[in-house]
């Protein structure tokens, strides 16, 4: 038996901003499921209004017991597959005839009241969801729309951006659009912050001001804070693009970098991988510090630090697509046997030595499991100013990279 499911948005305007064919499949619905505030616009209707059922997920068997094949409607916000429930709802009502009806989004709301061109803008919510990530993915747009709630503020964003330095920005708060308490505002992050209320329907805009911040890939040592007395310890940066070209990390990998030090590879895989994550794993205190105020410095909010040794900091962690071993306390073995059982199908892991005891450990395990691997010995020159007059060559530590990719059918 099929019943035929309507999903229609709304807005905060109710009834008057309704097309005339979601109107009339409301009118004509034998049940209407929404939230309490999109069912108030009918309250006063005959017609058969139900709230929704908590948990949402309900939905599905209440409308699985109804008997007789019926028209039904779902209130949603907007547009229902702009950061709403339309795609959920789609695949959990997928045995129906579904059908989505979209309103205007609170995006193209906010565009149209305050005439701003949004083809080129970054999109985000912060409904319901982590603001870890937000400052490395804004990092590389202009123009922002972002939706927030009760935890993530209008306040706390403004907050979250001056912790990391990043006050740059001309912010519109746009209060309840389309609704009777509709209220639009400028502001600077100051002023952001030290608002005392606003509306509990709310998105900001984001416009830079100034161009864009210019961002090397692969930054120089010099970039980074380190660890005292050991300042060179950190990896190169001619390592470092040799790794990230072996890694080929996407923008929505997860991605571990065991070893972290001062988070030079944590930080730069981290913007590449701007819409997903970095695990950093670091036990020295000291590093620890430089490696947060290093991600704090150029904007890589997506790592996450763990302080501890690995294996073990890692063995509750999810599973991951890529991984970076710059350092192993003695537990190769061990770190290894822990990354082939996280890395995803065609997932890669990359293993940097110094030491020969080190490339002969990696070696041996990876011949011993018949584990199939590239490895290359990477040996840099950089050319130094001799007196003023000439130039010679100052050698760094060769370094082994071993690259491993995952392969199902020998590991599971």
């Known amino acids: 038996m099929k019943h035929k499911i309507s999903i229609i948005g709304m807005t905060e305007s109710g009834c008057i901003d309704l097309p005339a064919r979601s109107f009339n499949r409301i009118q004509e619905a034998s049940l209407i499921f929404g939230s309490a505030s999109s069912l108030g616009f009918f309250a006063e209707q005959n ?11 309900d939905l599905k068997s209440l409308i699985d017991a109804i008997d007789e094949p019926s028209s039904i409607v779902i209130l949603a916000s ?37 005439g701003t061109p949004w083809q080129n ?14 400052m490395t993915k804004v990092q590389r747009h202009s123009l922002v729309f972002c939706l927030t709630d009760n935890v993530n503020t209008p306040q706390a964003i403004a907050d979250y951006m001056e912790s990391y330095q ?18 639009i505002s400028s502001h600077d992050c100051s002023s952001l912050r030290q608002l005392a209320h606003c509306h509990r329907q709310n998105l900001l805009i984001l416009q830079r001001q100034g161009p864009l911040p210019k961002r090397q890939a692969i930054l120089s040592e010099e970039a980074y804070a380190k ?5 060179g310890l950190i990896t190169k940066r001619e390592i470092r693009a040799i790794s990230f070209m072996n890694l080929n990390i996407q923008p929505e990998d997860r991605v571990w970098d065991i ?25 020295h205190e000291e590093s620890l510090q430089h490696l947060e105020d290093n991600c704090r410095t150029h904007k890589a909010d997506n790592v996450l630090v763990l302080a501890g040794e690995a294996p073990y900091v890692l063995q509750d962690q999810p599973s991951v697509d890529k991984i970076f071993i710059g350092g192993s306390r003695g537990k190769l073995e061990a770190i290894l046997d822990l990354c082939l059982k996280k890395i995803h199908k065609d997932g890669i892991i990359v293993v940097n030595t110094v030491t020969l005891e080190n490339t ?27 007196a003023g007059k000439f130039h010679r060559y100052d050698a760094l530590n060769p370094i082994h990279c071993f690259t491993i990719k995952k392969d199902i059918s020998h590991h599971e």
């Open 47 to 57: 017609l058969n209004l139900k709230p929704f059922p908590k948990p949402l997920s």
């Open 78 to 114: 907007g547009d229902p597959l702009c950061y709403g429930i339309g795609s959920w709802l789609h695949t959990l009502l997928q045995d129906y005839d579904c059908q989505i009806i979209p309103n205007l989004s609170s995006i193209q709301l906010a565009a149209a009241k305050t």
């Open 121 to 134: 803008a970054l999109l985000l919510s912060l409904h319901g969801r982590s603001i870890q990530g937000f």
């Open 166 to 183: 990043d006050t740059s920005w001309e912010i519109t708060l746009c209060e309840n659009l389309s609704g009777p308490e509709e209220k």
């Open 227 to 231: 660890r005292l007395p050991k300042k």
């Open 259 to 283: 070893g972290a030090g001062s988070g030079a590879v944590s930080i730069e895989a981290a913007h590449l991988a701007y819409n997903g994550s970095v695990t950093a794993v670091e036990c």
């Open 360 to 386: 002969n450990e990696v070696v041996t395990y990876l011949n011993t499991r018949g584990i199939p691997f590239e490895s290359q010995l990477i040996q840099i020159s950089r050319g130094k100013d001799l």
